[in-house]
């Protein structure tokens, strides 16, 4: 079992910058890809980047190419988020999520073990 707990989220204006966090407990890190979700209430859980952890490749919604990078410290059991130019598109709730497997990382269904949440609001 691994527990994941973010942080780093607030009220942002447009154009400013982020960086989320989420620190892994639990079992060894470095065997799990990672990803970052995004859900704002009424919509499915949307995905924004993923890491896997056979190989590194990292993956990325179009919606947040080049303005986003996900990164990762296996001694720290960590996984940031740097969000940068955000927009108010970009508010909502933002979970981490960790996966056992390496396929299919853009599918919130792959994922075994989830953060609670932390919010970003991004005002005009």
């Known amino acids: 079992q691994i527990q994941l707990v973010e942080s780093g989220g607030g009220l942002v204006q447009a154009g400013e910058s982020l960086t989320l966090s989420c620190v892994a407990a639990?079992?060894?890190?470095?065997?799990?890809?990672v990803g970052w979700f995004r859900q704002v209430p009424g919509k499915e859980r949307e995905f924004v980047s993923a890491?896997?952890?056979?190989?590194?490749?990292?993956y990325y919604a179009d919606s947040v190419k080049g303005r986003f990078t996900i990164s990762r410290d296996n001694d720290k059991a960590t996984v940031s988020l740097q969000m940068n130019n955000l927009k108010t598109e970009d508010t909502a709730v933002y979970l981490c999520?960790?996966?056992?497997?390496?396929?299919?990382?853009?599918?919130?269904?792959?994922?075994?073990?989830w953060g609670q949440g932390t919010q970003v609001t991004v005002s005009s």
């Open positions: 890491m896997r952890w056979t190989n590194g490749n990292i």
């Open positions: 999520a960790a996966s056992v497997g390496w396929e299919r990382l853009t599918d919130p269904n792959m994922y075994e073990h």
């Open positions: 639990g079992r060894r890190f470095d065997s799990y890809s």
